[in-house]
């Protein structure tokens, strides 16, 4: 076990210095977001705090998601793969090092709009609520790309296609825009199905106090996502590796 962790290190480590610490994927994991977010905003009257939350769930969510659903195909197309799939570790390992890679990607690039919005004032009421959260979140949609890398292609512009019709879609059923309280029926049964829904409602209630969901359903929702996605996530490298070598 404690092997198997420290070997998930080192695949950490390695995706860290291959993928992570580029000037490009750094600026966009923070600009992609802020842009994003300010076509939808620009023109309406919202609160300060409202605004921050909503701009840190997406940056999770995008962040975290950003590099893992290439790591598999780009591997493959180097022939990484066939050295990872001679070395003593397991399938599982290698994708808890890709994972882990990620979660501090994200966490990392999620104190940009923290510290921002800081700055202009807004207050973090229940940060550790916020910081658990954070984490939480970026370990489930780390998973969630994870189920996008196990397309059995080299191709990382096909893996990046499917994964942004998944992605999008999400963040305008997330209440990210407008509060799920203020959806229609339907738009709030939509909206429980969506991992970035609870993230969002998290940071709602660190920043603003206010909350649509219980805080431990927040919780709970995340959890079970982050497992669902692992169990998926697994399950299917295991079937795909083959293919790959």
């Not at 905003?41 to 609160?47: E, K, M, Q, T």
């Not at 669902?228 to 070598?245: D, Q």
Request: glycine residues 6%.
């Amino acid at each position: 076990m404690i092997d198997q962790l420290k070997r998930a290190c080192a695949i950490a480590k390695k995706d860290i210095r291959i993928y992570y610490l580029k000037g490009p994927v750094v600026i966009f994991g923070i600009l992609f977001p802020v842009f994003l977010f300010l076509a939808f905003v620009i023109g309406r009257d919202l609160p300060v705090d409202f605004l921050i939350a909503g701009l840190l769930s997406m940056t999770i969510f995008f962040t975290s998601m950003s590099i893992t659903p290439v790591i598999a195909p780009t591997e493959t197309q180097t022939r990484n793969l066939e050295r990872l799939a001679a070395a003593p570790v397991s399938i599982t390992t290698v994708l808890m090092g890709d994972m882990l890679a990620s979660v501090l990607f994200g966490t990392g690039i999620s104190l940009v709009p923290i510290i921002v919005g800081m700055a202009i004032g807004v207050t973090v009421t229940h940060p550790f609520i916020l910081a658990a959260g954070i984490v939480l979140a970026a370990f489930c949609f780390s998973a969630m790309g994870l189920i996008f890398s196990s397309a059995p292609t080299s191709m990382t512009s096909t893996v990046m296609m499917i994964s942004t019709m998944v992605k999008f879609p999400l963040v305008f059923i997330s209440g990210v825009f407008i509060p799920v309280r203020e959806l229609p029926q339907w738009g709030q049964v939509l909206a429980s199905a969506s991992p970035l829904t609870y993230i969002t409602d998290l940071c709602r209630y660190s920043f603003q106090g206010t909350n649509y969901y219980p805080i431990w359903m927040d919780i709970a929702a995340l959890v079970i996502f982050l497992v669902i996605f692992m169990i998926a996530a697994v399950k299917l490298h295991k079937k795909s590796l083959p293919e790959r070598l």
